[in-house]
C-alpha cells in the first residue's frame, strides 16, 4: 500500500511512494518533480524507486501540455521479453551448450554485429525513418545494433517455472539510438528553457519541450520503443533457432511471449484528465495486462497480471531496483560472498571477476520484499527461477 510524502513544510503536489526505503538522492528529486507547475495530481514512486538523472528511476509522473525527456530517460523503449516455451527442463551440459551458443550468436557490451542479422526487420525501411532527425542520421549504425544485448543491467536469463518449463527473458533496449535520441532533445528542452525563462531551475536536470519540439520528440520515441521490441525480438528468433538446430526442441510454433516496456511517455486518461504519463522504469500494470518484473541475478522474476491501481496509474515497478551505485557496489561487495549466492543455487553466470560486481546479487533490493511492497499493484501468476544468467 502506498504512502504519502509532502515536501516538509510545503504544501506542494504530494508524493505517493510504494517503497519502505528510499535513498536521500532519490527522495530529494522527486520533491523537485513535484514542485513542477505543470505537474498532475502527484507522484506515484514504485517499490523498485532509486535515483536517476533528474527523475528517479522506478517512478511515474504526470504533466499536463509538457513532455520531460529525463523522465522517460536515455534507454528509451527499455523492457524486458519473456519467453515460455515448450522445453520441459533442461540437462545441465545442453544449458551450457545453449549459454555458449548466445554468447557466440548475440553481442554484449559496447559490441555490435559484424554484419546485418539475417533476420528480416521491416522496421528498417527507411521511408519509417527519413523523416525522423536523429534516428535517421544513426540509420547505418542502427542495423549493426538490431539483434545486440547492450550492457549494464541488460541480460539473457534462460528460467525454469514451477512446473519445470523452460523461459526465456531478455532484458535490453534500444541501445546507442535511444540514447542519442534522449540527449538530443534534453538539450533542445534546456535551449527552449533558457529561451522562454523557465523558472524551473536548471540544477534539477527537469527541462521539458513545448508542443512543436514534444512531437517531434514523440515521432523519435515511438521508433525508439519499436527498435527496442524488434531488437528483444531478434535476440529470441536467433536463440529458438538455436534450440532448434541443436535438437534441444522440435519447433518454435508453441511459445507464448510477453514484451513489458519500461521507458516511455504516452497520452492517458487518468482522473478525468487528458494527460503525458512518463514511465521510467515502471510497467503498465492494468487488469487486462500481464507484466514481466525480473529479480537481480540469482534471483527470481515474476510474471504478473496487473490490478488497474489507479493511485500507481495503472503501473508496478519494472525490477528489484538498485541498492547501491555500480562504483559502490564494485567497492563495498565482497566478490567471494556474492559468486557463492549464485553458486550454491547452481546458476551459471558469467560474474567472474570483481569488476562485474556492480550486477551481482546484493547490489540490488530484494525481489521478495518488492513484490510484497507492490501486492496492491500486480497479482503473481508464474515464478521463475533462473539456471543461468548472461548479463551485458
Known sequence: ??????????????????????????????FNVAKLPFAFKHLALMPDVHQGYGVPIGSVFASKNVIIPNAVGVDIGCGVLACKTNMNGISKDDLIKL??????????????????????????RWEFISPLKICSQE?????????????????????????????????????????????????????SNKRWFSGVPLEHELAFLPAEEANKYLAEMNFCISFAKENRAVMLQIILENLVDNGMMHDISHVNKIDSVHNFVRLENHF???????????????????????????????????????????????????????????????????????NDKNILH??????????????????????????DLVKIVTKLQPIAVIKG
Not at 506542494?12 to 530529494?28: N, Q, Y
Not at 549459454?99 to 542479422?117: A, C, E, W
Not at 539483434?147 to 546507442?176: A, Y
Not at 491501481?309 to 538498485?322: I, L, Q, T, V
Request: glycine content about 8%.
Open 350 to 375: 558469467d560474474i567472474n571477476d570483481a569488476s562485474k560486481l556492480d550486477e551481482a546479487p546484493h547490489a540490488y533490493k530484494n525481489i521478495d520484499v518488492v513484490m510484497k511492497n507492490q501486492e
Open 99 to 124: 549459454v555458449h551458443l548466445i554468447k557466440r550468436d548475440i553481442p554484449t557490451g559496447t559490441n555490435h554485429r559484424n554484419q546485418q542479422t539475417k533476420i528480416a526487420s521491416n522496421l528498417m
Open 139 to 191: 540509420y547505418q549504425s542502427m542495423q549493426y545494433q538490431l539483434g545486440t544485448l547492450g550492457g549494464g543491467n541488460h541480460f539473457i536469463e534462460i528460467q525454469l517455472d514451477q512446473n519445470g518449463f523452460v523461459w526465456i527473458m531478455i532484458h535490453s533496449g534500444s541501445r546507442n539510438l535511444g540514447y542519442k535520441v534522449a540527449n538530443y532533445y534534453n538539450k533542445v528542452a534546456i535551449s
Open 1 to 30: 500500500m502506498e504512502r504519502v510524502f509532502y515536501n516538509p513544510g510545503k504544501k506542494e503536489m504530494p508524493i505517493k511512494v510504494w517503497a519502505k526505503d528510499i535513498e536521500l538522492g532519490a527522495m530529494s528529486q522527486a
Open 272 to 342: 478525468g484528465n487528458n494527460v503525458w504519463i512518463h514511465r521510467k522504469g515502471a510497467t503498465v500494470a492494468k487488469k487486462d495486462t500481464l507484466c514481466v518484473i525480473p529479480g537481480s541475478s540469482g534471483t527470481a522474476s515474476y510474471i504478473c497480471q496487473g490490478r488497474s491501481n489507479k493511485e500507481s496509474y495503472y503501473s508496478c515497478s519494472h525490477g528489484a531496483g538498485r541498492t547501491m551505485s555500480r562504483t559502490q557496489a564494485k567497492k563495498d561487495l565482497n566478490f567471494n560472498e556474492q559468486i557463492k549466492l549464485l
